[in-house]
């Protein structure tokens, strides 16, 4: 069990350690990129079950939801140091995602007393730089202590 | 090829061909439980894989969102006749899913000239009737002809 | 200064009163046409000052998401007891609102331990009985003693 | 009438022209203070009716959001060069805005075929540098000929 600090943020590895124990994670093959205090980076490979649809080689939107919700998190719990269930969460599709590696950037937008707010973005590095889907999601603190 | 009647709405036949053929569809198992025109309901069986926290047995938001997209999606579908892409997506997250079936209900809300409105619920039958998570999403309806 | 009794709900003279206070509300000259614990309507009579296009006679966006904020808003009070200050929100635009005098429904969705969701719609009964925009927002509960 | 350019943005003068055209702009009293395609700056004086809490000097979140819903609407109408109605907007409220002036940019993030998305956020100068809303928007492009 990750040793947490309250306020303090989580190191990498302790949180790593919590990516890494989530079947779902397991399936997507999630890992951090990137991980600071405040900002993380979530990277997934190209796998064919991603796919909404095969004819047209486009990743299915509830993978980058899922991405932007992964990320956002991270960003809260790297700053916050405990997890952090999604309150809610806002994702718009900005053009298809295709058959490439994916790269989710979670960054803490503000802090509260009860809630904090990240944004987050997915884009497809092999493929361009523009984002392929961003989300902001608000995400509870209530079981911070 | 599912053949499209724009206007008229799409058959449970064709929509079940479209649904089917997406790889992440299978990884999910989903099946429709009900399909009218403006109303669909998806079911997916609990599986280990979608799972977030194995040691609470919670599972992962990302895959509620997929849920609540997919229901929101074929809603609209059902009822317009063609796919339509989600532009965007809000999900509140209401209390944790448990080691139960997930249902999927979508409503169709509002069919404007380029975009429609969905609503969407995933409740969990074996656990109770108050939904897990509700979703709102906009679908685009630019590539009906 | 009212009293709040938390966790028991505010009563209809306390929160008309709070209501009355705001200066904004005093502009829009808001009123509660029903209040009961977790469900409100409020009404605005149409005035000039609140459309966007006086050629169109179309009234602005920026009023409707202000109204649905407002019935969300004591939707929850209503229940909770206190001011609970909104932590965000979400608006679907469904048709153009005409010169009619406005009604608001606010509807509590989940009260939960640090935040609470509520969904509002407005409509225009002059008009027809369709809402012209719905909304979603969270709205936080720290501030409960 | 103010001309429109279809795909070639619409010109300062012509924005500023609808801008001052509609009462509710009129009662704000809402100006441009930077305007170029895709990215606008709208600012509103402070003044007493913008108020929800007169004893704590707390403006109205539902004023926020419609200077959210202004500045990403104009950022598109920059780019685009007509009217886009707004089909729905997400509004997070980060901190109280108190008594001074307002201050609302906004940029477009991505322009579709049928939908634009554009990013705004609100601040007072006076107080300090960080947001106090910040928004997110889709608009619709349906009516642009």
Redo the contacts between chains.
Sequence with gaps: MPTRRAGAGMDRDDAEAILR???????LDARFAAYEPGRVVVEVPFR????????HDIV????L???L??AGHYSVLSEVGARV???????????PARTADLRAEGQL??R????A?ADAEVSQPDVGDDPVA?G?G?Y???HVD
Tied chains: 1, 2, 3, 4.
Excluded: K, M, W
């Excluded at 064919?48 to 004819?55: A, G, K, R, T």
């Excluded at 509260?112 to 809630?115: E, F, Q, T």
């Design positions: 124990s989530a079947p779902y994670h397991q399936f064919e079950e991603l796919l909404v649809n095969p004819e299915h939107g509830g993978v939801g899922a991405l919700d992964i269930p999604t309150a809610d969460l806002r994702v718009d599709y900005l053009r937008v503000r509260g007393s009860n809630l707010v961003i902001r608000s509870g603190l209530s």
